[in-house]
């Protein structure tokens, strides 16, 4: 603990105190509810009605903006996920547990997207569902590593230890990640090479752009949204019998 | 209660349970789906190769997912004690051991049949050949979870059973991936298949007359 | 741009509206799912505790 | 409930051994609908392998067993016992209610329904918990349960006091005088001294028994 | 006595257990033999087609052979309480735990270097081939025994942790097999290896510096 | 053996649970050369888990360990404890001999040598029997001559007079007793009368603990 100032340490265990948590939770949804159509509604009337199509590539480029966004955060959430792994296993910060587990079903779920959505884009523009790519097949494997996740924490009985166990496999597969980034650098594949993400000069028209920006935007603020929800839930599950459930329960009735 | 009534219960509460256990219940689709990734991977992306493999690839991967799931047959019973009170029944051990059977295929190997096509789309098994591969995995999955109970049915009352139930149970699945495996290469050769269908027929109507009978004894041995 | 060439979507529509179909699906369900467990989970214990203090 | 034999179970100079150990031999009783018999005897003396040769788990290495005068097998034996163990049969899974139901599946209803029988163990109220919510004391009692709800003459319980409390063991004393009473028959093992005095109890001592 | 000492005697008595074990050390040896003749079974007769999948085929064997034996790693130590007195030794845990994966390894791993050119040749894999095949399974088996430690450490606790072990550990794997399975298919044509040698040397000193610390951290959680 | 404080074991306030249920908490002593820590309590009170949590197995909920007033794990703990649980850590596939040297690799020699120690434990002679071949009994013996060979003060022993018979008992109490006497510490939970009862003798009772 001494590497962290006492102030900065004080902070994180109020806001690590789970009634605490609890309760900001409810108080920060709502404005992350509106900054989440904020960036949505242009996003999406920008990608789908505003951006002309693409002259190779027709309406069917639209896909682009669930796509990407989604692959960004399947990429993401995992990195956030091994980091959050690391702090529980460092400073045992029980807050660090319950958001590493809550945001494996919602990793798995971009993971999810980024795949089905990739393969229908592949069939009008490859001709093919699927093709076994370096870059399509570790974004499968990526998703194993989302359920095997969730699967571990509910195999094992003991949450506490589960929250261990669930640290240190997170950590692990972590080297994972570079593989799928760097996969179309490394392998010649059918999937398109960094676009968008050169930022010094994206190779990608303006307007096509800032729909793509917004919605990217838009899935990362649904991420906070849909992580501090199940949170909330995965809280009340592991501490069924504190003294704060009790008190919510009477404030409730 | 009556024989169908106890079978029927059997089905109902195993399904019941491995609903209420979805996680482990999805295990060996997943393994399925791993194992047929694997290959891919493994010889790099080559269409056309990938394309001669796919039977081959697809039916020996059901077979280890098929394996690999035999193990939650009779495991929990046989810990949580209800495999005593199954040999305890008055009703008929066979039949109701068929029961499982039946609920662990349908959560093992039905799912299988869903997600097999789709892995060979990917892996480029002509059009033609699915519904041989379809087919051909409907009668033979069931197989192998009738012939897998037997060698469960032996190991489960040891530890370290693993190893041992696939050195006994593959050399028992070989002639179903021979005939299954063979029916789908002709098939994406477009020859016919009819014998290849028939003799899996013939083989899936006698293991379920005639497996359940072993599984039984070897279950009694076990729980001694 | 009329709707129904919007609906179109230049003879992609199936592939495009699939996937945003699909996407507005599990973003859906990853949001509700874990606020109806919560409330069941709310409800039961709700219900042990009335238990607890008869 | 159609005997027209006495229910009896004889029991003739039964030996079991695990491994090569003999554990008890010359073993010979007999019980008859009313009595109890409680099995005595240090860890690891035999009793539980006793009792599951009683099952038909294990064969004896000799003796036989018979029910009624016929061997088991060829005895209405297994519809008219019922077996609590060490391992209780129930799965954690399921629920009060789905646990008792396909209890009831396997087997032939008895004298109770399911509600009198949870009232019985004073688990009403409990129908719809998954079995993993309940302790460790509850779990024994629903196991109990099973034994009201379906049809049986002989109960076969190992240790059936663990993880019971006080209030517990008295209720299933209450039970086994209630059994015995309507004709039944019960043998068990338990390292509790049992107030179960009043009844026709025999006691076997199994580390006598070589 | 030394850490040194401690370590050697890990090796030594793990060995020494393998040997007493024999039957049961045989088992993965079986396994990886086994699921390299279904694939003939499974395609059928075609020379061709299986020289092409060699590489893949073997390489996937041996991934689930490795896969499959990695259960023994820890398995009786947990369940007779050797575990527990390796936790409580004051020398550091990884290091001991390193001692585990090597003896398993020698028991496990080097066998399948023996049998593998062999099985190679009967599926028709071109003899200059067969130099790196050897090397690519003596730089990358001793890696599936140090990754694999992880997910076994993490699910030894559990009764039913076969099928999550797989799920757990096979996408840990998949690094390992693209590089060396790559690297067999590019001898088979006659190209250089030279850079995915180096990269796998490069992962398995990564992986033996840094695999035994996550190993024994997640031991202590599953003795808890 | 080069320890300049005085060993002592010290537990403040500690509280332990499994799932969400507490066994204990509030749970305070301290533990010096020359004393015994006797735990008691009901099946399921906690005893077991207590041994573990002090062998950092497991985690407490509240409260810490000390050792020569460090934590844990900067103290020189588990160089100068040894644990003997439920189960033993003994590989039956090996020798006698085997076994204690594997033990002594792990650790550093104690007192007695290999042969000595045998002798002690009434295991003379059994030195190149494979661990199968043993009882029960003679098990519990081969895994406390392990107490035996290898430098340790604090011994943490559960329930070690399981399955052994009355002589077996007396010669642990015997080995306890030496230890004691050589500055030694001793914690264990049995369910069994001790004849301690001349050494410096704490009780715990867990059932009270909360
Ligand atoms: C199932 C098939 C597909 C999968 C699994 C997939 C996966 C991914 C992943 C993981 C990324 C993020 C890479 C990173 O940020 O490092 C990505 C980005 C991208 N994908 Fe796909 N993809 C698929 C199909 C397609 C298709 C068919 C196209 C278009 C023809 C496409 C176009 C793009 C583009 C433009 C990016 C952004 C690249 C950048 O600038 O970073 N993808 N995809
Ligand atoms: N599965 C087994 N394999 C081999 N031996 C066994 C097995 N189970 C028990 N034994 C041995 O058989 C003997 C009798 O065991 P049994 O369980 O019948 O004793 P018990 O009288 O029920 O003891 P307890 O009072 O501890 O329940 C014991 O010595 C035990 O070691
Ligand atoms: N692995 C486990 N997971 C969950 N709960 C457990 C586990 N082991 C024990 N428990 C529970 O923790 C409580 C304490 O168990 P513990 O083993 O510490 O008791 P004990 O005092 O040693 O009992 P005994 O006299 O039977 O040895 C018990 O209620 C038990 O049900
Ligand atoms: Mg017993
Ligand atoms: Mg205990």
Known sequence: MSIIPASVSRFFHRTASSPHFYALADKFIPWLIVLFLLLLIPGLYGGLVMAPADYQQGDSYRIIYIHVPAAWMSLFIYVLMAIMGGIALIWHMKLAEVMLISSAPIGAGFTFIALVTGSLWGKPMWGTWWVWDARLTSELILLFLYLGISALYGAIEDKRSAARAVSILALVGVVNIPIIHYSVEWWNTLHQGPTVSKMDKPSIHISMLIPLLLMAGAFKVYYAIAVLQTAKLELLKREATAQWVKNLLENKA | MSLTQAFLAIIRRDLLLAFRRRAEMANPLLFFVMVVTLFPLAVGAQPNLLQAMAPGVIWVSALLAALLSLDSLFRSDFDDGSLEQLLLSPHSLPVLVLGKIVAHWLVTGLPLLLVAPLLALFLGLPERAMPTLWLTLLLATPMLSLIGAIGVALTVGLRRGGMLLSLLVLPLYIPVLIFASSAVDRAASGLPVTAQINILLAMLLLALVLTPLPTAAALKMSVN | MTLESFLHMGGYAFYVWTSYGITTAVLLWNLFAPIVQRKQLLRQLALKQKRAQR | ?210
Not at chain 4, 133 to 151: E, P, V
């Open chain 4, 1 to 210: 409930m159609e005997h027209t034999n006495p229910a009896e179970l004889a029991v003739v100079d039964l030996a079991c051994g695990r491994d090569d150990r003999l554990l008890f031999s010359g073993l010979s009783f007999g019980l008859r609908p009313g009595q109890v018999l409680l099995l005595e005897g240090s860890n690891g003396s035999g009793k539980t392998t006793l009792l599951r040769t009683l099952c038909g788990f294990r064969e004896a290495d000799e003796g036989e067993i018979r029910w009624c005068g016929q061997l088991l097998e060829e005895s209405s034996y297994y519809a008219d016992m019922a077996y609590v163990g060490h391992a209780e049969g129930i799965k954690k899974e399921l629920t009060v209610l789905e646990n008792l139901r396909f209890a009831l599946a396997l087997s032939q209803p008895g004298h109770y329904g399911i509600d009198e029988a949870l009232q019985k163990v004073q688990l009403a109220g409990y129908d719809d918990n998954p079995v993993h919510t309940l302790s460790a004391g509850q779990k024994r009692r629903l196991s109990l349960a099973r034994l009201l709800i379906t049809h049986n003459i002989l109960w076969i319980l190992d240790e059936p006091f663990t993880s019971l409390d006080r209030q517990g063991i008295d209720l299933i004393e209450t039970l086994i005088d209630a059994h015995v009473k309507q004709g039944g028959m019960v043998i068990l093992t338990s390292h509790h001294d049992l107030s179960l005095h009043h009844i026709g109890l025999q006691r076997i001592h199994l580390d006598s028994c070589l």
